[in-house]
C-alpha cells in the first residue's frame, strides 16, 4: 500500500530593499519605538519600491524556491499565489507570475483569505495534488500591504510589511514502511460575522476603490488565541500528535504577544517557536513563507522534522498545517 502525500521540495523568499524602523516611523506619526516594540515586538517592515508590484516579488521568491528544489520553471505545473494586495484587480496576480517565470502550461490562479492565505493555498494545492490534478505546485504568499494602509493611522500603518515567500510542492507515493512525509493535515476555517473587524474600506463592487485597511485591533486580538488553539488542537487529535511531538511552530507573524500567548495556551516549548517579525513586520499572506524560509535556510527546519503552520486574519479567517519535513 502507498499513500500520497504532498511533499516540500524547496523554500525561498524576498523583502523589498527599503527597511523601514520604527524610529523612522515615529517622525510620520504620533508612535515611539517602545509602543510598537513593547505592543508587538516589531521593530522594521521592508517596504516595495515605486513600481515594485506584489509579482515581483513572487517571481524572487519563487526563483529562490525553484532553485533550492533544484527546478526549472517549466517543471511546474501548478501555481498558486495568496495575496490580499494584487497587482491589478484582475487577472490573478498568479497568472503574472506564471508569465513571469517564462511557464505557459499549467493552471494558475490566486487565494484570498488576507493572513490565513498561505495556509488556505498549501491545503488547496495539497487536495489538488492529492487528487493528481498537478504534480509539481509553486506556492506562493506576496503581500504589498504599504500600498493600502492609511500612513496617518499610527493603530494601522505601523504593523504591517511587504515581502513574499514560496514553496514548491510535489505529488510523492510514500510507501508502507516508509518514513512519513508531507502535509499530513490541514484545517481550514471562517467566519463572517467578524468581517467588519479587519477590513479593506473600498473595492472594484462597493466604491471603485481600492480602500485602505481599517482594524479593530483589540477585537482581533481578543479572538486571535482561541481561533489558533482551536485549528492547531484540531490537527494534533486528528495526526494522533501533541505539542510535544513537534520540531517547529511557525505562527503567521502579526504580534509576538499573540504568537506567545496561543503556544503557551498550546504547551509548545518557548524555544520551537520561529519568529521573524521584528525585521518584517505583519506581511499578511507572506509571514509563514517568510519565517519557514528564514528557519530552512539557517538549518533550524530538517528533514524528519515535525513542522506547525497556522494564521488567523481578516474574515475572519483561520487555518493549520501540519507537515513532516
Ligand atoms: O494579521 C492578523 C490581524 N492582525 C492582528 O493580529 C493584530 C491584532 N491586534 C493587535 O496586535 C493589537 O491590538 C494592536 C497592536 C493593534 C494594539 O495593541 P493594544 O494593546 O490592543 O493597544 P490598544 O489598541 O488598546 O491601544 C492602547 C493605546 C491607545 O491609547 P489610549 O486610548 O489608551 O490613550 C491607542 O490610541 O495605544 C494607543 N496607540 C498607539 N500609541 C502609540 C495605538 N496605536 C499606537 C501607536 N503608537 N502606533
Not at 135 to 151: H, N, P, Y
Not at 186 to 202: A, E, F, M
Amino acid at each position: 500500500m502507498t499513500v500520497k502525500r504532498s511533499i516540500i521540495l524547496g523554500t525561498g523568499s524576498y523583502v523589498p530593499e527599503r527597511r523601514l524602523t520604527n524610529s523612522d516611523l515615529a517622525e510620520m506619526v504620533d508612535t515611539s519605538d517602545e509602543w510598537i516594540v513593547q505592543r508587538t515586538g516589531i521593530r522594521a517592515r521592508h517596504i516595495a519600491a515605486e513600481g515594485e508590484l506584489t509579482s515581483d516579488l513572487a517571481v524572487k521568491a519563487a526563483r529562490r524556491a525553484l532553485d533550492a528544489s533544484g527546478l526549472e520553471p517549466g517543471d511546474i505545473d501548478m501555481i498558486v499565489l495568496a495575496t490580499a494586495t494584487p497587482d491589478n484587480t484582475f487577472p490573478a496576480t498568479a497568472v503574472t507570475v506564471q508569465h513571469k517565470l517564462g511557464i505557459s502550461s499549467g493552471f494558475a490562479f490566486d487565494v484570498h483569505a488576507v493572513c490565513s492565505g498561505f495556509v488556505y493555498a498549501v491545503a488547496t494545492v495539497d487536495a489538488y495534488l492529492r487528487g493528481g490534478m498537478a504534480k509539481r505546485a509553486l506556492v506562493i504568499g506576496a503581500e504589498t500591504f504599504s500600498r493600502i494602509l492609511d500612513w496617518e493611522d499610527r493603530t494601522t500603518c505601523v504593523l504591517f510589511g511587504d515581502g513574499a515567500g514560496a514553496i514548491v510542492m510535489e505529488a510523492s507515493e510514500v510507501a508502507d514502511g516508509e518514513p512519513e512525509r508531507g502535509v499530513l493535515t490541514s484545517h481550514l476555517r471562517s467566519d463572517g460575522q467578524h468581517k467588519d473587524k479587519l477590513y479593506v474600506d473600498g473595492g472594484p463592487s462597493s466604491t471603485q476603490t481600492v480602500g485602505h485597511l481599517r482594524m479593530q485591533g483589540k477585537e482581533v486580538f481578543r479572538h486571535a488565541v482561541s481561533m489558533i488553539t482551536d485549528v492547531v488542537e484540531a490537527a494534533f487529535a486528528e495526526t494522533g500528535t501533541t505539542a510535544d511531538d513537534l520540531d517547529w511552530f511557525i505562527p503567521h507573524q502579526a504580534n509576538r504577544r499573540i504568537i506567545d500567548a496561543s503556544a503557551k495556551k498550546l504547551g509548545i516549548d518557548p524555544a520551537r517557536i520561529v519568529i521573524t517579525l521584528e525585521d518584517h513586520g505583519n506581511t499578511s499572506a507572506a509571514s509563514i513563507p517568510l519565517a519557514l524560509d528564514a528557519a530552512v535556510r539557517d538549518g533550524r527546519v530538517r528533514r524528519g522534522d515535525l513542522v506547525m503552520l497556522e494564521a488567523m486574519g481578516g474574515g475572519f479567517t483561520w487555518g493549520a498545517s501540519l507537515i513532516r519535513w
